[in-house]
């Protein structure tokens, strides 16, 4: 079920909202018959409502039939579609029948849509992602969970004029279909861009623009790369903890999961070499640069290894970078493309976005890699989508071509180091001894983990009775539920203005003293027992 948002500016009860949309999950089948609801205390502390409020929901529902409640199960869907199995087997076969034959005369009858919908694999979400997200809907929360730059810092005006002025000098063109490749000249400019950031590892690398094709954001480009490169059954190395949507997209091409683990240094390349002979990955996917979501960087020393082991088994590699640019200190390190090229290889193919280095809107992503390659991408994509926005990749070309972005990137690394030291101060004076965090060079994220005697998952409902959201952990896990990921917690400090990272550190804070208490009761400790409320 994905989060439920009230709005508590309508007329309409809040109870009503919260069944309605609870209604419409299982008449859509996110919500299977046998499907257990959210407990309502802890839905109730979600949502910030009172739990009578969760209570006339569920009754509300029950009324209708599409809920039953138990003692010990709790509220349970009982919902049947009518040309469902088990309409027959409880007597009800002869109604849906009924209607059935009616429907082409009275022209009522829906058509059976999660019948005819086919399976999609990858897709599922994991609760407490969902419970995360339903606490961040709220307008009274601080959100530390969100996966974008500063809205505040958008370079609002500069778009402007430049959308005014790519319609004013060549609208007619860029209101038209641009190849699948992407526009030549915004090619040209990335190619130029990463032979500079290059540059700034000490590494003299050429990029061609013949070898760059433009996407719909680089979640799309994981997309066609992995349509091009995996069959159902193939095995992908991966890291774990990693990117939510890279695993999903893999899963939903069929593939199986090896998941590799890592640590400040990276990806375990050790690991893989160990493993790489006797599993025989198809691909290799890998954040080497602030990644998602604990903020490594892989050692140059396991970058060079990595290259090695792909060049040995021939095994290529996926390099997914949307972040190195966010970089507040220390010094640069070549990317694995880079590398690759500079050491003569064509090994790896490289992703990478504008979403976080100017705003995720625009849906601009490359790819840069091997031709054969980036045919079968431009193959895919004019499936998918024929070609991407011509008027923004128009705007993002002046932007890089004119020192634009250069710029806007300055104005970031300003920003950005002020709000995570503040984040890591805040942590550290309201956390009691409590939380740890890695404290990132660049990127978006702090990865922290909480006392060992909590669970993450229970912090959530503690920090939503505060005000405060975070994403959970243990979902970037491939093997949920995950013992190492049970008290590790994602914050984004990009988002939050100062002022909201001060106010949702102490709110944090609170919350974390107040679960401690509750788990020093219940291990027999002195003072008051009380029950830590789960999030399953």
């Avoid at 929901?57 to 349970?76: D, I, K, N």
């Avoid at 140059?300 to 290529?316: M, N």
């Avoid at 079968?376 to 994509?381: F, G, H, P, S, T």
């Avoid at 070609?387 to 972005?405: E, H, I, K, M, P």
Wanted: charged residues 20%; hydrophobic residues 40%.
């Amino acid at each position: 079920m994905t989060g439920i948002i009230i709005d508590r500016e309508s007329d309409v009860p809040l109870y009503l909202q919260i069944s309605a949309q609870i209604r419409a999950a299982i008449l859509q089948g996110e919500i299977e018959n046998g499907g257990r609801l959210t407990p309502e205390r802890r839905l109730a502390t979600l949502l910030n409502v009172n739990r009578t409020t969760v209570v006339n929901a569920y009754r509300e529902l029950a009324s209708e039939g599409f809920v039953t409640g138990h003692v010990g199960r709790g509220t349970v869907v009982t919902y049947q579609r009518p040309d469902s199995s088990a309409a027959v087997e409880d007597g009800s076969a002869g109604q849906a029948n009924s209607v059935a034959e009616a429907g082409p005369r009275s022209g009522r009858t829906a058509l059976p849509w999660q019948q005819l919908l086919a399976p999609l694999a990858g897709a599922g979400y994991d609760s407490m992602m969902l419970d995360a997200s339903t606490v961040a809907a709220r307008r009274d929360v601080i959100q530390f969970t969100s996966a974008t730059p500063s809205p505040e810092l958008y370079p609002v005006e500069q778009v402007d004029a430049i959308l005014s002025e790519a319609l004013e000098t060549a609208g007619q063109e860029l209101l038209q279909h641009t190849p699948s490749e992407g526009f030549e000249p915004l090619r040209a400019a990335l190619a130029a861009w990463m032979g500079a950031q290059a540059a700034t590892a000490d590494l003299a690398v050429d990029f061609n623009p013949g070898r760059i094709l433009i996407a719909s954001g680089s979640q799309q480009a994981l997309y066609l790369t992995a349509r091009a490169l995996i069959e159902p059954g193939d095995l992908v190395a991966i890291e774990s903890p990693t990117y939510l949507g890279a695993a999903q997209v893999f899963r939903a091409c069929g593939a199986r999961l090896l998941s590799i683990p890592v640590d400040r240094d990276g990806m375990n390349v050790e690991l893989l070499s160990e493993l790489i002979t006797r599993r025989r990955p198809k691909l290799i996917y890998t954040l080497p640069t602030f990644q998602n979501p604990t903020g490594s960087v892989m050692a140059l020393d396991r970058r060079k290894r990595l290259l090695d082991l792909a060049s040995r088994y021939q095994v290529p590699i996926v390099e997914d970078d949307p972040y190195s640019a966010l970089r507040y200190r220390g010094r640069p390190l070549p990317s694995l493309l880079a590398l690759d090229r500079a050491r003569g290889g064509d090994r790896v193919i490289y992703l990478s976005t504008m979403s976080k280095m100017l705003f995720p809107g625009f849906r601009i992503g490359w790819v840069s890699g091997p031709r054969p390659v980036l045919e079968r991408l431009a193959q895919i994509k004019q499936i998918v989508d024929l070609d991407t926005n011509a008027l923004v990749q128009w705007a993002v070309w002046a932007f890089l071509s004119r020192g634009l972005l250069t710029d806007h990137l300055e104005t970031l690394r300003e920003a950005y180091p002020l709000r995570l030291e503040r984040m890591v101060r805040g942590l550290a004076a309201h956390g009691n001894g409590l939380i740890e965090c890695d404290q990132p060079d660049g990127g978006l994220y702090l990865w922290c983990r909480v006392n060992d005697r909590l669970r993450v998952r229970d912090l959530l409902a503690e920090s939503a009775r505060e005000g405060v959201a975070f994403a959970p952990g243990e979902p970037f896990f491939l093997d949920t539920p995950s013992e190492a990921g049970r008290n590790t917690l994602r914050l984004n400090f990009t988002l939050p203005s100062l002022a909201e990272v001060d106010e949702g550190t102490r709110r944090l804070g609170i919350a974390l003293v107040r679960l401690y208490e509750q788990a020093r009761g219940e291990t027999g400790g002195a003072g008051r027992r009380r029950a830590v409320t789960p999030i399953v």
